[in-house]
């Protein structure tokens, strides 16, 4: 079953809700071995200035990346992702991740290039930006995106 979209532009993606709590923050920063203590002691992020302990840049590229592929399918490869970290990301409450298509590009008939913009909003606050490029089979493809090589993943 070939799950890959037909993107055009404006197309949205799925937004992806996840609850903020203290375990997904620390346990992010732990996986990447972010052993920083703004990422897991609240009391020493409360002297440091931080309203609390905060999401680090792992945690937030691997769900960024996560909301990409959740849409793109295992066709899909990001071959860039850019983002801005606008606000701390506190355990509270839940976070959305949305975005939209903003470019297409095709490659060959085999490989297009998807661009995305994308945020990660806690309750009506953007918090991160982000721009993504993804690239998925063309019409006459399937997989040539995983066969690409060179600067063509990194203009």
């Known amino acids: 079953m070939n799950r890959t979209p037909k993107p055009h532009i404006g197309m949205k993606l799925p937004d992806l809700f996840l609850p903020v709590t203290r375990k997904l923050v620390s346990m992010g920063a732990a996986a990447s071995r972010d052993w920083q203590p703004q990422h897991h002691d609240p009391d020493w992020a409360r002297k440091a200035g931080l309203p609390d302990i905060i999401m680090n840049n792992y945690t937030q590229a691997g769900l960024i990346s996560r909301f990409v592929t959740d849409w793109s399918g295992p066709s899909g490869r990001i071959g860039r ?59 006459g493809g399937d997989s040539s995106a995983w066969h690409s090589s060179g600067s063509r993943w990194n203009p």
């Open 81 to 139: 992702l850019r983002f801005a970290m606008r606000r701390p990301l506190c355990p509270a409450g839940n976070l959305t991740i949305r975005g939209a298509v903003v470019d297409l590009s095709a490659e060959s008939d085999t490989l297009v290039w998807v661009e995305i913009d994308a945020e990660i909003l806690v309750g009506d606050d953007i918090v991160t930006t982000a721009t993504i490029r993804v690239a998925l089979p063309g019409p």
